[in-house]
């Protein structure tokens, strides 16, 4: 038990002061760019009722929830993730808002999983939803911010993944696909297993061209020429209109100047339940698993009573911190300005003196009590101040 109460419960951590001031710095960079954008910050409670959160596809992830009873004995649980709180709190207090509506939020959200590096039960995200307009524009505005969002934090060498749902369900319509064999595909592409997704195809009875055109899905990966290549076997309007989304997405982006920054990648699916369009993923170099996320749904609001377009995405902060570490840009940003010493007879002057600096947007500490000059220099060397002013009527 003594051991216990000096440990911090599994898949949570402490921030001490050097990696907590890293972190606000990223955060405040990120809260910056949202304004810039127009986006207008929102704060939903820690704790919803559960079915809230597991509306819709979400229910799939009640195993993951921290869950607990309220004492009505309603079930409650803390978010883990932001997008549906903000969509009951749209169609709730918001649906006479003037659209298109953008709102951002900087918290904390919890999701029950094993621990490994850059993955906490506990862990922090920053993030935008734009709801009420379908327009390609609102697509790349997210992923525009997205990219600039991880640029602002320091970081450089990573890319973002851009893909479209309707491109691998329309491969899939086309070649007139039962519902069963739909599922098992597009949960294989989903969890990138090559080899049960080819098994599956190999199971059914199709033609040579229509069996190659499934198995390239998850191969078409890289610049436009893959938008090309791609035309040559989308024959139906859904994979055509995804391929044309696309296209339109990555002309915007490249006014936007973050083009340079993007990647298609056609076998990219997140969530085909969830989500309705164009998804991305945005990759460091030096991490195996995506450090922001996002994309579009327009069908999530509908389970509120509100029916209605939206796009957005997710960065995770603890993990864009992990990318910088690995990438060897992680700065302290403590910014320590001056420590002010005095002997006995100066402590009014001290602490005028540290007021005025204060003003001038200094960071001053006092010393709390009487020091001599070298125990002054002593506090001044051990707290890591770039000044020193000692204060003695002598």
Same mark, same amino acid.
């Given at each position: 038990?003594?051991?216990?109460?000096?440990?911090?419960?599994?898949?949570?951590?402490?921030?001490?002061?050097?990696?907590?001031?890293?972190?606000?710095?990223?955060?405040?960079?990120?809260?910056?760019?949202?304004?810039?954008?127009?986006?207008?910050?929102?704060?939903?409670?820690?704790?919803?009722?559960?079915?809230?959160?597991?509306?819709?596809?979400?229910?799939?992830?009640?195993?993951?929830?921290?869950?607990?009873?309220?004492?009505?004995?309603?079930?409650?649980?803390?978010?883990?993730?932001?997008?549906?709180?903000?969509?009951?709190?749209?169609?709730?207090?918001?649906?006479?808002?003037?659209?298109?509506?953008?709102?951002?939020?900087?918290?904390?959200?919890?999701?029950?999983?094993?621990?490994?590096?850059?993955?906490?039960?506990?862990?922090?995200?920053?993030?935008?939803?734009?709801?009420?307009?379908?327009?390609?524009?609102?697509?790349?505005?997210?992923?525009?911010?997205?990219?600039?969002?991880?640029?602002?934090?320091? %970081?450089? &060498? /990573?890319? @973002?993944?851009?893909?479209?749902?309707? *491109? $691998?369900? #329309? =491969?899939?319509?086309?070649?007139?696909?039962?519902?069963?064999?739909?599922?098992?595909?597009?949960?294989?592409?989903?969890?990138?297993?090559?080899?049960?997704?080819?098994?599956?195809?190999?199971?059914?009875?199709?033609?040579?061209?229509?069996?190659?055109?499934?198995?390239?899905?998850?191969?078409?990966?890289?610049?436009?020429?893959?938008?090309?290549?791609?035309?040559?076997?989308?024959?139906?309007?859904?994979?055509?209109?995804?391929?044309?989304?696309?296209?339109?997405?990555?002309?915007?982006?490249?006014?936007?100047?973050?083009?340079?920054?993007?990647?298609?990648?056609?076998?990219?699916?997140?969530?085909?339940?969830?989500?309705?369009?164009?998804?991305?993923?945005?990759?460091?170099?030096?991490?195996?698993?995506?450090?922001?996320?996002?994309?579009?749904?327009?069908?999530? %609001?509908? &389970? /509120?009573? @509100?029916?209605?377009?939206?796009?957005? *995405? $997710?960065? #995770? =902060?603890?993990?864009?911190?992990?990318?910088?570490?690995?990438?060897?840009?992680?700065?302290?940003?403590?910014?320590?300005?001056?420590?002010?010493?005095?002997?006995?007879?100066?402590?009014?002057?001290?602490?005028?003196?540290?007021?005025?600096?204060?003003?001038?947007?200094?960071?001053?500490?006092?010393?709390?009590?009487?020091?001599?000059?070298?125990?002054?220099?002593?506090?001044?060397?051990?707290?890591?101040?770039?000044?020193?002013?000692?204060?003695?009527?002598?």
């Amino acid at each position: 038990m003594s051991k216990q109460i000096l440990e911090t419960p599994y898949g949570t951590q402490d921030f001490l002061p050097k990696k907590a001031a890293f972190k606000r710095s990223i955060e405040q960079k990120i809260s910056e760019l949202f304004r810039s954008y127009g986006y207008e910050e929102v704060v939903t409670p820690t704790i919803e009722y559960l079915e809230t959160l597991t509306m819709g596809s979400s229910r799939t992830l009640e195993s993951h929830l921290f869950k607990m009873f309220d004492r009505s004995n309603k079930t409650l649980a803390l978010h883990h993730e932001m997008t549906t709180p903000i969509a009951r709190l749209v169609s709730s207090r918001m649906k006479d808002s003037p659209m298109p509506l953008k709102l951002s939020y900087i918290t904390n959200v919890f999701r029950y999983e094993q621990t490994l590096p850059g993955r906490q039960c506990e862990f922090y995200q920053a993030g935008v939803e734009l709801l009420g307009s379908s327009s390609a524009c609102a697509d790349a505005e997210a992923i525009a911010l997205a990219v600039e969002c991880i640029k602002s934090a320091g %970081l450089n &060498d /990573f890319e @973002l993944c851009l893909g479209q749902v309707d *491109f $691998a369900s #329309g =491969i899939m319509e086309q070649n007139a696909l039962s519902a069963e064999a739909r599922d098992y595909l597009k949960s294989a592409i989903e969890s990138h297993d090559i080899v049960a997704l080819e098994n599956k195809v190999d199971e059914l009875s199709l033609s040579k061209t229509a069996a190659e055109s499934l198995k390239k899905i998850p191969y078409l990966h890289g610049g436009r020429e893959i938008l090309e290549k791609a035309h040559t076997f989308a024959l139906n309007e859904r994979s055509r209109r995804a391929l044309d989304n696309l296209s339109e997405i990555y002309r915007l982006l490249e006014v936007y100047g973050v083009a340079d920054k993007v990647v298609f990648d056609l076998g990219l699916i997140r969530d085909f339940s969830y989500y309705t369009g164009m998804v991305f993923e945005a990759y460091a170099s030096e991490l195996g698993y995506s450090i922001a996320g996002g994309g579009r749904y327009d069908h999530m %609001l509908k &389970d /509120f009573g @509100l029916a209605c377009p939206a796009t957005g *995405f $997710a960065l #995770g =902060i603890e993990r864009l911190m992990l990318a910088l570490k690995r990438q060897g840009t992680v700065e302290d940003h403590r910014t320590r300005d001056i420590y002010i010493g005095y002997d006995a007879a100066s402590i009014k002057e001290a602490i005028e003196g540290a007021e005025r600096l204060r003003s001038e947007g200094k960071v001053v500490e006092l010393a709390l009590s009487a020091q001599t000059e070298e125990e002054a220099k002593q506090s001044q060397t051990d707290k890591h101040y770039n000044e020193l002013i000692y204060l003695s009527a002598n």
